[in-house]
């Protein structure tokens, strides 16, 4: 953001060491994800354990970036601040992680029939 010439930024690790702790359960969901996802022993023996890793990591990231948004508004006083489209983009990959997970599950589902 910038005022009156003057630049500053913020990264996501800045952010979380202001903000509540439970941030910080997002990077450690998204690393039990890539590691069951990366063991083909659990996908292809435990379709339900990987797809309910991957449904609520991908639910829990997105309610929580979410409400990020919403406790630090679009705009707090004299300095505007816009999300950028790294934010939206990491949103919506929230969203997509969970629905390929339960697509992923229903497809494993029907196969085992």
């Known amino acids: 953001m910038s005022c009156a010439g003057i630049k500053d930024s913020a990264s996501g ?3 979380a060491r202001e903000t509540s702790p439970s941030l910080w359960i997002l990077p450690l969901m998204m690393l039990a994800i890539l590691g069951l996802g990366l063991i083909p022993f659990i996908w292809e023996r435990l379709p339900a354990l990987f797809a309910l890793t991957s449904i609520v990591g991908g ?4 309610y929580l ?3 990020e948004r919403l406790r630090r508004g679009e705009s707090s006083g004299l300095v505007t601040a816009f999300w950028t489209i790294w934010f939206w983009l990491g949103f ?3 969203f997509l992680l969970s629905a390929m997970a339960l697509s992923f599950y229903s497809n494993t589902n029907k196969d085992s029939r």
């Open 13 to 15: 690790l800045d952010l």
């Open 59 to 62: 639910g829990l990231s997105a």
């Open 65 to 67: 970036m979410y409400r």
């Open 92 to 94: 919506v990959a929230s």
